[in-house]
């Protein structure tokens, strides 16, 4: 794809979510027809948010679709990255102004941080490589709300090419001595207003949040990137999406690991 057409699709994700109006999807000549081409779009529009916030810095990543009923949600067979940016994340037990989003959904995540950054040349990385490099991990929630009209049919690199349809993620407390939970097999349980709505585990997660990492570490390696010291990770939903409306209270119980919530006014 020429890089013109990579900027005006960047604009168009841009000015979509800047003005709250969905697209059907992009113009068919700037739609990504391959992973290469939704990442450097990802990447320019990435490039958008920054330019027009010099306090809004890149903070890490967002793993997308590790859990087999996502994919299904979404109609879709491979995982896929995004990323978090300072002016859209909160601390738990805070309110989020519902004028901010279209139509959210929310994703209950175990979240990594990095002590150090791996080096491309070591890759691709083994679990026990990418567990040294972890400094802490935490609870917490993400929200994702597509520019698209109909996210769950527009194919996977449109949802790339969109930052992986990440609109902000609220954390809890972090806990550095993470080996006394057992992430094969942590549950989490999701509330809307006081009322279960769905039970999730560690283990819908390629198996355990770390493979989740891992993986997000090698594919970066191909794309000649790395995750820098002190990047939190998201590392994907422990079940489906769900979706929220305002005036719902939501919070999800990880157990020891804590609880996230928050306020969706």
Same mark, same amino acid.
């Given at each position: 794809?020429?890089? *013109?057409?990579?900027?005006? *699709?960047?604009? %168009?994700?841009?000015?979509s979510r800047r003005n709250l109006k969905k697209i059907k999807g992009l113009p068919?000549? @700037?739609?990504?027809?391959?992973?290469?081409? &939704?990442?450097?779009?990802?990447? =320019?529009? *990435?490039?958008?948010?920054?330019?027009?916030?010099?306090k809004n810095?890149?903070?890490?990543?967002?793993?997308? @679709?590790?859990?087999?009923? &996502?994919?299904?949600?979404?109609?879709?067979?491979?995982s896929?990255?995004?990323?978090?940016?300072s002016k859209?994340?909160?601390?738990?037990? @805070?309110?989020?102004?519902?004028?901010?989003?279209?139509?959210?959904?929310?994703?209950?995540?175990?979240?990594?941080v990095m002590n150090n950054e791996l080096s491309i040349s070591n890759a691709?990385?083994?679990n026990e490589d990418v567990y040294k490099f972890i400094s802490c991990v935490l609870p917490s929630i993400e929200l994702v709300d597509s520019r698209y009209k109909d996210w769950t049919s527009i194919g996977v690199y449109n949802l790339v090419a969109d930052n992986?349809?990440?609109?902000?993620?609220?954390?809890?407390? *972090?806990?550095?001595?993470?080996?006394?939970?057992?992430?094969?097999?942590?549950?989490v349980t999701l509330y809307i207003n006081d009322n279960e709505i769905v039970k999730g585990n560690s283990s819908k997660v390629l198996g355990n949040p770390i493979n989740?990492?891992?993986?997000? %570490?090698?594919?970066?390696?191909? =794309?000649?990137?790395?995750?820098?010291?002190?990047?939190?990770v998201s590392t994907g939903t422990c079940t489906q999406a769900i979706a929220i409306s305002k005036g719902d209270r939501i919070r999800a119980d990880f157990g020891k690991l804590g609880i996230v919530n928050f306020s969706y006014q």
């Open positions: 794809m020429e890089y *013109s057409k990579i900027i005006k *699709s960047a604009n %168009i994700l841009f000015n068919r000549d @700037c739609t990504p027809k391959n992973f290469n081409e &939704a990442y450097l779009i990802q990447d =320019q529009l *990435s490039n958008k948010y920054l330019s027009k916030n010099p810095k890149i903070i890490g990543k967002k793993i997308g @679709c590790t859990n087999e009923d &996502a994919k299904k949600q979404l109609n879709i067979t491979e896929f990255f995004g990323n978090l940016f859209d994340i909160s601390k738990s037990n @805070c309110t989020i102004k519902s004028k901010h989003f279209f139509s959210p959904y929310i994703e209950p995540e175990f979240s990594f691709p990385y083994k992986a349809v990440h609109a902000h993620w609220v954390y809890g407390n *972090s806990y550095n001595n993470f080996e006394v939970f057992n992430l094969n097999n942590h549950k989740s990492l891992t993986w997000l %570490i090698n594919n970066l390696a191909k =794309q000649g990137k790395t995750l820098k010291k002190n990047s939190y």
